[in-house]
């Protein structure tokens, strides 16, 4: 995989450390913590409408690389690499294969309702089914994708989870443009390869299901 693989350690152990307390250290430095977060909308003009929030779980030891590898897909003229600026195939299956190279599973949650519900409550149905996700998976940390005055919403809604004791106080949530952090990019093309397949083409999730779970909300 290139030089990404999740970080094996080899450790001399004193006589008076227990083996178990090493490996919940080594488990620990291994296991994602943070998980880079967007969404998507397919329109129910387009077919069966949804609204997706995706989650990558990327390990720490492979976030570097793995930001090369994206930096990688930006095009000429382009901020980021997106699936929406994808037109043919051959593009659509360059962002895949570059997001299979990289060992990270993937979370998306998945909202389908009643076409008149506003997208900012189908947004905050799937952030709180999301955020009990990741909490289960150990995550501590959020980055999802800015969306300008539109991020205190999120925050909002966090914080009223907290004060019902849905989600731990320890859970954070921070936003940052899309353009400067190129691993939001690939929840995007996660997204984008369940959107494409709720419309009939599965052939890129396909690709990428053998690390992608999917929640319906």
């Known amino acids: 995989m290139s030089g990404l693989r999740l970080a094996r350690s080899v450790h001399r152990l004193d006589s008076d450390v227990h ?10 430095a291994v296991l994602p913590r943070i998980a880079f977060v967007d969404e998507s909308e397919t329109p129910y003009a387009d077919g069966p409408g949804a609204y997706l929030l995706a989650a990558a779980l ?29 037109r043919t195939r051959s593009e ?46 150990g995550i501590a940390e959020i980055v999802a994708e800015s969306r300008g005055p539109g991020d205190r919403h999120d925050l909002d809604h966090l914080q009223a989870l907290r004060s019902q004791k849905r989600v731990t106080t320890e859970l954070r949530l921070r936003h940052l443009p899309g353009p400067v952090e190129p691993l939001l990019w690939i929840p995007d093309v996660v997204c984008g ?3 494409q397949a709720r419309l009939g083409d599965d052939q890129y999730l396909r690709q990428l299901a053998p690390s992608v779970d999917i929640v319906q909300c």
């Open 19 to 28: 083996p178990m307390a090493v490996c919940n250290v080594m488990v620990r």
């Open 58 to 86: 990327v390990p720490n030891d492979v976030q570097a690389e793995a930001r090369a590898r994206m930096s990688g897909l930006r095009r000429s003229g382009r901020t980021k690499a997106h699936w929406h600026d994808a």
């Open 92 to 137: 659509k299956r360059t962002l895949v294969d570059a997001v299979v190279e990289i060992p990270i599973r993937t979370l998306v949650v998945v909202r389908v309702d009643d076409p008149e519900m506003r997208t900012e409550r189908r947004r905050r149905l799937c952030l709180e089914r999301l955020l009990f996700e990741l909490q289960q998976r």
């Open 193 to 195: 390869a369940v959107r």
